[in-house]
């Protein structure tokens, strides 16, 4: 699914929200789905949270659960989709072009995204690990 949606646009180097930002503007899709560079998706990712959306016709955010992964890509903590990082988020087109990422924000321009759209966004969270989150020495989720 996610090799026939997927197509690649070469930006400009900048902060991460407005990387996401551009990404948005974009897409030809009502979901969007993020997926940082060091991050992997599990093989079934986009199904799941596609038949979510179905159940929840409402939904405007759905999140899975996810796994923290060394660089060697080793599970070591899991963590539920209650507080998702951006690889585990499927998101309403349409929401995102009327809230955008702060582009000028040089880190959590996901978190500050996610605290401004908590009113407005009816969230569902996919009980199951759908990414395994990277963190190295070097990254920013590093501490």
Do not use: C
């Not at 991050?39 to 959306?53: G, I, N, T």
């Not at 955008?100 to 009113?119: H, I, N, Q, S, Y």
Request: proline share 8%.
């Amino acid at each position: 699914l996610a090799a026939r949606l997927a197509r690649v646009h070469r930006i400009p180097m900048a902060r991460l929200g407005a990387v996401r930002n551009a990404g948005v503007q974009r897409a030809a899709t009502r979901w969007v789905a993020y997926l940082d560079g060091d991050d992997v998706w599990k093989p079934r990712h986009l199904e799941v949270q596609l038949e979510a959306a179905r159940r929840h016709p409402d939904a405007l955010f759905i999140a899975g659960d996810f796994v923290f992964i060394d660089a060697a890509s080793r599970p070591f903590a899991y963590a539920n989709g209650s507080n998702p990082t951006p690889s585990s988020w499927m998101v309403d087109r349409e929401l995102m072009l009327r809230v955008p990422f702060d582009p000028e924000l040089p880190m959590g321009e996901d978190f500050f995204w996610l605290r401004a759209t908590r009113a407005e966004a009816p969230r569902v969270r996919v009980p199951e690990v759908v990414v395994g989150y990277r963190i190295r020495g070097l990254s920013l989720s590093a501490g």
